[in-house]
């Protein structure tokens, strides 16, 4: 039994299809599956069951994918004792950020990070937050950026930064109050986003009763609802970074809501709780300090970083 087997082990569970798990270890197919032959042999046990349509693991398979997943996790941990102890940032960051975060931080994240950080392996992929800790248990990717809030055993949650949210009027609509609480925002009119304007801790929690508002629109992005409340009137509630993205003469119609607290998203880093790559996790947050709005960044980060 050697490393490259547990290799192709996991990725064969990962995959149920043998041709996939050869591509995303960069061997044939051919050679995958004779190693894992190979090991079945030396083990003495099936750790899949094939047919011409399916792959499968065993009972006991499943549980020989677990420890290799286990053992492999471990076998990386030495080399990152070893990077952090000599100072070294370099390798592979696997990020995950959530889809109505990654419009407005990905674009300028990921210019500074390559700039500054040039001998390190950046991988991201946008994930839902459920997706993003199954990823951070299995050991698939190094951390996640997400909305707070999502608990999970076995994962730490880091605050990054607090968000406010904006209101943004149809330049037809009839309520231009200057500033905006919680009870101005009627149901009637109001183009939302659920995903992701309906907060657990946010004002517009009564988004939660489905029958009520004009419309809401399941999916989709807050470009699109800026675009239907100008064809359409009305309003809708947008991210304080988005309000970048507008039009002058757009910017015109986002008004402010009072209340800090009911209108506002959290946002957090998300890491395995037996991580240890303290450095490769502030360079992640030192490229958000060089272009998240002034204030946004909880104060902690901004002064100490993290500290594992």
Known sequence: MNIQQLKYVTAVGRFRNFARAAESCNVSQPTLSAMLQKLEEELGIRIFERTNRSVNPTSAGEKIIRQA???????????????????????????????????????????????????????????????????LLRGELDAGIAISDNRREGILEIPLYTERFMVYLAESCWRKLPVFRPENLEHEGMWIM?????????????????????????????????????????????????????????????????????????????????????RMLNTLTDTLKKFMPEGMLYEGIVRFGIKL
């Open 194 to 278: 659920r995903g992701a304007q309906c907060l657990r801790e946010s004002a517009f929690s009564f988004c939660k009763g489905r029958s009520k508002g004009n419309r809401v629109y399941e999916a989709g992005t807050v470009a699109t609802l800026v675009n239907i409340v100008d064809e359409n009137g009305g309003f809708t509630i947008i991210p304080e970074m988005h309000v970048s993205y507008l039009t002058e003469k757009q910017r015109e119609n986002v008004r402010r809501i009072e209340g800090d607290f009911l209108s506002q998203r959290r946002v957090s880093l998300y890491i395995k709780q037996d991580y240890i790559r303290q």
């Open 69 to 135: 997943e286990h053992v492999l996790m471990e076998i990386e941990r030495i080399n990152e004792i070893v990077s952090e102890d000599k100072g070294l940032v370099g390798g592979k960051l696997r990020l995950s950020v959530g889809p109505t975060i990654a419009p407005y931080v990905l674009p300028k994240f990921i210019r500074h990070y390559r700039e500054d950080y040039p001998t390190v392996e950046l991988s991201i992929q946008e994930m839902d937050v459920d997706f993003m800790q199954t990823a």
